[in-house]
């Protein structure tokens, strides 16, 4: 079955840098389109990247333009989330989520169009 699992998430001070990883198990990477969200309290998930199956197209949020950068290790069938010069309102829990069966969904707003999603890895910038 389809599972994704978040990791690399942590306390960091504002500038600095993390890099989560989503370890994705029972699909393919790359066979779909893989997103990023990430939801602070209160609020609705944000997407801050997807990307599709070949890695030719992705998409960033605005707020998070210039500062992250999405790789994957396709031998380990895992994506990354790169984050550099972290703010504090980046401060939030971040999830992975992926579509089956696969289909590119472009950018979402709210991620409703995913089935499957990790479990979250918190990320708190001070």
């Known amino acids: 079955h389809v599972q994704l699992v978040e990791s690399g998430g942590g306390s960091v001070q504002a500038g600095g840098s993390l890099r989560l990883s989503c370890a994705g198990s029972?699909?393919?990477?790359?066979?779909?389109?893989m997103g990023w969200f990430r939801q602070a309290p209160g609020l609705d998930h944000e997407e801050v990247a997807v990307?599709?199956?070949?890695?030719?197209?992705?998409l960033y949020g605005d707020s998070v333009k210039g500062r992250f950068t999405v790789s994957r290790d396709i031998a380990k069938n895992t994506v990354y989330l790169q984050m550099n010069s972290l703010k504090s309102e980046d401060t939030a829990l971040y999830y992975c989520?992926?579509?089956?069966?696969?289909?590119?969904?472009?950018?979402?707003?709210?991620?409703?169009?995913?089935?499957?999603w990790g479990q979250g890895t918190q990320v708190t910038v001070s």
């Open positions: 029972g699909f393919s990477t790359t066979s779909g389109c």
């Open positions: 990307t599709d199956s070949a890695f030719l197209d992705i």
């Open positions: 989520a992926t579509v089956e069966p696969p289909r590119w969904i472009g950018y979402s707003f709210g991620g409703y169009e995913y089935n499957y």
